[in-house]
Every structure is written in C-alpha cells, then in structure tokens.
C-alpha cells in the first residue's frame, strides 16, 4: 500500500496472506470506523515501516504464524503505535525451535501509547522471546483495557516491555506470563 494510508472500516473485511505480511504500508496507516477486519499473516498480521500507526476505532482481529522468522500481530517497525479507541485482538503464534525467533503481539519501534479502547493479546513461543506488548522507546498506557497473555516453554515471556520509560497514568492493564 501506498504511504499515508487511512484505511475506514465499514462491515466485515478479510485480508489473509501465507506469503509475510496480510497489510504492509510505507509511511502512516490511520484505522478509524465502525466496522470489523480480520488480518491473518504468515509473519505479520499488519506492518507499517517509515511511519507511525494510530488506531482510531473499529475490531480489528490480527493473526501472525511463524516457524521461521517472528510472528507480529502488529509491527510498527519505526515509529509510533497510537491507539486511541477500538476492539484489537492480536495473536502471534511462533512454533519454530530457533531461540532467534519470537512472538511479539504489539511492537512500536518507538513509543507505544494506549489512550483507550480494548484490547488482547496473546503470545507464545517455543523456544524464542514471546512479548505481548513493547516499544523501542516509551510505553504508556493513559486509559482503555489491557490484557496480556505471554508463554514460552523454554524461552523469555514478557507481558510489557520498553527500552526506555514505562508510565502507566490511567486504565486497566492485565498481564500474565
């Protein structure tokens, strides 16, 4: 997809790949409506390089499935990741035993900022890291409801993570390892 992308929900949408990524933009992607998308991908349920990622409403229902390379429900590799409102449910599932390879359910490159919303997620691994949610610089959580669910059987489960400042102001957070 092109840069700058807004992408309006409206009814049922489905958008499935065994190839990477079910919905990869170059620059910032804006989700805002009403309506339900379902985004099932071979690495990453929704990728966003070169740009930030805001969440304004609708249900989003992210898969992401590896055996070799990491499974991402939602990877803004450079950027900020905003969700203000809406319904995500993201799942990284990672079942190869190469302890390079994670699931990751949420990752900002930089700052991951839940102002509000619902949101699960769940992760897990074999032998790799399994994060649920985590930034490259800041995380903070200002309102809306958080659940995370994180399992290895050998490797690292972490429920939050951040390279830099965690500030949890208002909300509920959830977190189990």
């Known amino acids: 997809m092109g840069s700058n992308f807004a992408l309006i929900l409206k009814g049922e949408n489905f958008v499935a790949t065994d190839v990477d990524s079910a919905i990869d933009v170059v620059g910032d992607l804006t989700i805002s409506g009403d309506g339900e998308l379902v985004a099932i991908g071979e690495h990453k349920a929704i990728h966003v390089m070169d740009g930030d990622m805001v969440i304004n409403g609708g249900d989003l229902e992210l898969f992401a499935f590896a055996n070799d390379g990491d499974a991402m429900g939602i990877d803004v590799a450079d950027g900020d990741l905003i969700i203000n409102d809406g319904w995500i449910d993201a799942t990284a ?85």
């Open 93 to 177: 599932v990672n079942s190869g035993t190469d302890v390079t390879n994670g699931a990751y359910g949420l990752w900002a490159g930089n700052d991951l900022v839940i102002n509000g919303g619902d949101i699960d997620v769940v992760t897990e691994s074999v032998n790799g890291e399994s994060m649920g949610i985590g930034a490259g610089d800041d995380a903070i959580v200002k309102g809306g409801y958080t659940t995370v669910k994180s399992t290895t059987e050998t490797g690292i489960a972490t429920a939050l993570y951040a390279d830099s400042w965690v500030v949890i102001r208002d909300g509920i957070l959830d977190l189990c390892t």
